[in-house]
């Protein structure tokens, strides 16, 4: 009997443990679905006009909710139309759209944004995108094919500056339980290296949001929305001034 239990214990310790991961996974999305929010009204264009007699450039943002604004109530709280304001303060004239849905993920990217965002023609791109393949458990080889196809085409059929920024840690510890902050901390910090690599073998700019956020959105805070996953307004701000601060380096 005793040698009955001995057997029977892990195998009960690992089915627990499974329940646990499953539940404590799903309540991320449950957390999310339960955020009372709605996606920012969006247009798909914007014009930032300073001087009519300069020329206009063309900035296009490239994301997944991230970039959508998700969690701000305007989008004018999303981190790239603060982007695009602070070019425009710089002096130039902006023409800003915006390329990005909620869920996307890289290969949802190459299907359905990238031509639109390529036809556009810009001068300054801006690229986040991966939280959503490291959630649905993309292969980083396929991640990084995936990658690689964005970026062949960004760098072939357009003359833009761009600029790679990396995918930030979110989730609160309240919407994020261990060891899932753990798993998903470091596949972040994985996927990141597969982006900078990319980045130094296509000579792009690297923008670093991880490193300097990630303490901060690993807690509670007025850096997140009601989910605790996407940013408030504020915290999208703490992001466009880290990523403007990069810009032209």
């Known amino acids: 009997m005793l040698k009955n239990k001995i057997i029977y214990c892990p195998i009960i310790l690992l089915v627990i443990f499974v329940v646990y991961l499953y539940i404590a996974n799903a309540f991320i999305y449950y957390r999310i679905s339960r955020g009372y929010f709605t996606l920012p009204h969006r247009h798909s264009s914007y014009s930032m006009i300073n001087n009519q007699n300069l020329a206009t450039t063309t900035y296009v943002a490239i994301g997944d909710s991230l970039t959508a604004g998700t969690g701000a109530k305007t989008y004018e709280e999303s981190y790239p139309y603060l982007l695009a304001t602070k070019m425009s303060a710089a002096g130039a004239n902006i023409d800003f759209k915006n390329f990005s849905t909620p869920g996307f993920k890289t290969v949802d990217v190459i299907n359905v944004l990238l031509d639109p965002a390529i036809k556009a023609q810009p001068d300054v791109v801006t690229l986040l995108i991966g939280v959503n393949d490291i959630h649905n458990h993309v292969g980083r ?9 964005i970026l062949n085409r960004l760098t072939t059929e357009t003359k833009a ?9 979110i989730g609160s510890n309240t919407a994020i339980v261990p060891p899932l902050d753990y798993y998903f901390s470091t596949e972040t910090d994985t996927y990141n290296k597969i982006i900078k690599e990319l980045a130094t073998e296509y000579n792009l700019t690297y923008i670093d949001l991880n490193t300097p956020t990630k303490n901060l959105f690993k807690t509670d805070g007025p850096h997140y929305a009601t989910d605790s996953f996407h940013p408030s307004a504020y915290g999208y701000e703490l992001w466009a001034n880290l990523i403007y601060d990069r810009f032209n380096h």
């Open 141 to 149: 080889d396929q991640f990084k094919k995936n990658y690689e196809i």
């Open 161 to 169: 500056k761009i600029y790679l920024i990396n995918i930030p840690y």
